[in-house]
């Protein structure tokens, strides 16, 4: 799988509305994440796979003077971004990849990821190229909603088309600590909206049927925490 077919699915998907439609899925979980960071006035904050921008926005808004930048490999997606952006928020939005950053050595603060690792052509990589950007005792939030112990997610992978690392939570974590991160922790986020009732679900591709939509909010988004080291160069 190249950056080129993660790109031309994806912009399928902004031209099908689902980067939208993620933002109502994704959106409170991501706040309950958000919300726990402690973001502080003037940090520069990178979202990765940042979609049509929701959560970057949300980012750029957490304190004063905080800078958000998203990057998304879907060029229709980062369109999608500067359309609904705000001048009055301090957020914008690149084409670029997980495996090749472009922004100078320990550039942020923190980076955020919203439901979007997983697709990572080279997760080693991508890994190292977070550690690059991040500065020394930075550090990183991912939630995903596709991991092998959320066992009602594995028709995802087949149902995307396009593919997605399924790995546990302690596979996971292990990879962070391969990739030189420290205090590597992992939590299980639950939306708390709860499933809502049988009568207004909606089949689709990643939720054929109500029970496995069950599954999957029950199982909850897991929320991986990861920090470069303070004494990193
Ligand atoms: C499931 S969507 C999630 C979008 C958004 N974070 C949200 O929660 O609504 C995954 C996003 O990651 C992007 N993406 C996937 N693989 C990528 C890669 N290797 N580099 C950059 N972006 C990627 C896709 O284009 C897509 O917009």
Known sequence: MTHELLAKTFDQWSADGRASAMELEHGDVARQVIAK???????????LGCGNGWATRILAKMAAGVQATGVDVAPAMVAEAEKIHSLTIRARYHVGSFEQ?????????????MEALYYAVDLERALSEIARVLRPGGSCEIVIDFYTDSVATSCWAKATGVPMHALSEAQWKARFE??????????????????GE????????????????????????????????????
């Open 198 to 233: 049988a009568s207004r679900f909606t089949p689709s591709h990643c939720y054929p049927d109500f029970s496995t939509w069950v599954a999957v909010r029950s199982a909850g988004s897991l929320w991986i925490h990861a920090s470069k080291p303070k004494n990193a160069s």
């Open 178 to 195: 391969r990739s030189g991160f420290v205090d590597v922790a992992t939590t299980r986020v639950v939306d708390s909206r709860g499933p």
């Open 37 to 47: 960071l402690g973001i502080r006035a003037g940090e520069q904050i990178l979202d």
């Open 101 to 113: 950053l472009d922004f100078p050595d320990a550039r942020f603060h923190r980076v955020f990821s």
